[in-house]
T-cell receptor
Framework: DSGVTQTPKHLITATGQRVTLRCSPR?????VYWYQQSLDQGLQFLIQ???????AKGNILERFSAQQFPDLHSELNLSSLELGDSALYFC??????????????FGEGSRLTVL | GQSLEQPSEVTAVEGAIVQINCTYQ??????LSWYQQHDGGAPTFLSY????GLEETGRFSSFLSRSDSYGYLLLQELQMKDSASYFC??????????FGAGTRLFVKA
């Protein structure tokens, strides 16, 4: 157990719909990262937040948005869903401060199926 | 653009040694990490190299050459449970951590 919690674990919805994925980082971690993993693919970086502020943006579609709240949990909103959005969405967190160790702690992921 | 290249698939025999290579081309470089992912599971951290050289953690070792933009993960005394996907990842400038497409390792008895 990494200490990162993601909900829901599974989600099935229809094209055109909107969903929200939730992530709680490890206690004490200030950074939250979102990744998308399509079937048998690598992890595509979407976006990173640090202590409530957006820190880095990757290949995140305009239909997707995210935010990190004062209690440090984060939500990823996916709208106007398309079949190609079906994927595993992972959230990860990392410790604050200097001495970066390269370690991201991943949650178990939210599997989204768009029908 | 930014890219990480690693072989898509490697097969080895139980008890053997296998090396998974990773070459990268990124805007800024702070370090190379390796992650293991079993089917349907979460990626788990294996190792990190910020400086040139070899880092050893039990049966796993990782190497980095910054001048060659190259690294590898070495797995020794392979076990069946090592069958998984292995990802290299680079922390780039701008606080991004980007991943390669992954190498699927099959360990045969």
């Amino acid at each position: 157990d990494s200490g990162v919690t993601q909900t829901p674990k599974h989600l099935i919805t229809a094209t055109g719909q909107r969903v929200t994925l939730r992530c709680s980082p490890r206690s004490g971690d200030l950074s939250v990262y979102w990744y998308q993993q399509s079937l048998d693919q690598g992890l595509q970086f979407l976006i990173q937040y640090y202590n409530g502020e957006e820190r880095a943006k990757g290949n995140i579609l305009e239909r997707f948005s995210a935010q990190q709240f004062p209690d440090l949990h984060s939500e990823l909103n996916l709208s106007s869903l398309e079949l190609g959005d079906s994927a595993l969405y992972f959230c990860a967190s990392s410790p604050p401060g200097g001495g970066y160790t390269g370690e991201l702690f991943f949650g178990e992921g939210s599997r989204l199926t768009v029908l | 653009g930014q890219s990480l290249e690693q072989p898509s698939e490697v097969t080895a025999v139980e008890g053997a040694i296998v090396q998974i290579n990773c070459t990268y081309q990124t805007s800024g470089f702070y370090g190379l990490s390796w992650y293991q992912q079993h089917d349907g599971g979460a990626p788990t951290f294996l190792s990190y190299n910020a400086l040139d050289g070899l880092e050893e953690t039990g049966r796993f070792s990782s190497f980095l050459s910054r001048s060659d933009s190259y690294g590898y993960l070495l797995l020794q005394e392979l076990q069946m449970k090592d069958s998984a996907s292995y990802f290299c990842a680079v922390r780039t400038g701008g606080f991004k951590t980007i991943f390669g497409a992954g190498t699927r390792l099959f360990v045969k008895a």
